[in-house]
């Protein structure tokens, strides 16, 4: 069994940055990939990054070149560094988690605010 738990969300002015992490207990070495989705109440959830076992990276293009995916020393740590904040990037954050022939795994989600 695993659990994801996320932290870094907050309130932060437009053009700031956020980090957000999500720390996986349990062994994820047969991971296949973990990332982030964001939900607001008008819009479905959507992938906004993702990192694979191979570490290939997958970004909305909404994000890109503004936030990065890591996950440094292959440890069970995936992080979202989240620069040049737009408002529109106001979202609840869920980490997930996908491994072969299981259910997807999810975060509790964490809020992000954007707003002057």
């Known amino acids: 069994q695993v659990q994801l738990v996320e932290s870094g969300g907050g309130l932060v002015q437009p053009g700031g940055s956020l980090r957000l992490s999500c720390a996986a207990s349990?062994?994820?070495?047969?991971?296949?990939?973990m990332g982030w989705y964001r939900q607001t109440p008008e819009k479905q959830r959507e992938l906004v990054a993702a990192?694979?076992?191979?570490?290939?990276?997958t970004y909305e293009d909404s994000v890109k070149g503004r936030f990065t995916i890591s996950r440094p020393n292959a440890k069970n740590t995936v992080y979202l560094q989240m620069n040049s904040l737009k408002p529109e990037d106001t979202a609840v954050y869920y980490c997930?988690?996908?491994?072969?022939?299981?259910?997807?795994?999810w975060g509790q989600g964490t809020q992000v605010t954007v707003s002057s």
């Open positions: 349990g062994s994820i070495f047969s991971f296949i990939t």
């Open positions: 990192i694979s076992s191979g570490i290939t990276t």
């Open positions: 997930f988690v996908d491994f072969p022939r299981l259910p997807r795994y």
